[in-house]
Every structure is written in C-alpha cells, then in structure tokens.
C-alpha cells in the first residue's frame, strides 16, 4: 500500500503545475488527505487539504486563491493543481493521508495524517 506522488519538475514563475498522488493497493476513499511542502532549510509545511468526500477544503494563506486541491475517489488520486507560482513556492510537496476511521474534515497539522508519499520535487525559477 503506497501513495506516489508525480507532476513535479522545473516551471517559471507565472506558471502552473498539477501534482497527483495515486494510492495502490487499497481505496482512500474514506480518508481525508493533504499535502505539505518542506523547502530546503526548513520545517515541512502544510499546504492544503480536503475531506474524504472532497466537499470540504482547507489552505494555507500562502496559496489560497492560487492552489486548488481535488480529489477523484474512483481513482484512488488526489491532485494539487498550483497556479501563478511563485519562487518561494519551490519545494519538494508530499501528499499524507489520515487513515484512521471516522476522522473526515480536513486538517493541516502533520500529525494528524498517518501515511506519506516519497515527495515530488517542485522548482519555481524567476
């Protein structure tokens, strides 16, 4: 059982990516997700998350408006779609998910998620 995440590469600033992070060998769809970032040099941060249904989403003040975070249950993926970026948003981005039952609100402390993928290497260039 694993989370990969992918979509992750070099853009200039203005730009856009779409990272995803698909889940094998077991449905996610009854866990709320989230992704994070760690810079170099520093404390890995949240960046969004969504409810297990994906009717609820929450983001750090850094990205609102400019990241959107999404999910399609049937495929077992969840996706950040990141707009106008910026340098400061360059990072490498991992996808988390909270397994535990019952618990379906998005949340972004770190320690309430259970399960991270690899990470995705995301440079923003000015």
């Known amino acids: 059982v694993q989370l990969q995440a992918s979509g992750g590469g070099l853009v200039q600033a203005g730009g856009c990516l779409r990272l995803s992070c698909a889940a094998s060998g077991r449905t996610f769809s009854y866990s709320r997700m989230g992704w994070f970032r760690q810079a170099p040099g520093k404390e890995r941060e949240f960046v969004a998350a969504?409810?297990?249904?994906?009717?609820?989403?929450i983001y750090a003040d850094s990205v609102k408006g400019r990241f959107t975070i999404s999910r399609t249950n049937a495929k077992n993926t969840l996706y950040l779609q990141m707009n106008s970026l910026k340098p400061e948003d360059t990072a490498v981005y991992y996808c988390?998910?909270?397994?535990?039952?019952?618990?379906?609100?998005?949340?972004?402390?770190?320690?309430?998620?259970?399960?991270w993928g690899q990470g995705t290497l995301v440079t923003v260039s000015a």
């Open positions: 988390a998910e909270d397994r535990i039952e019952l618990r379906v609100g998005p949340v972004s402390d770190q320690y309430e998620y259970n399960h």
């Open positions: 969504i409810s297990d249904s994906g009717d609820t989403t």
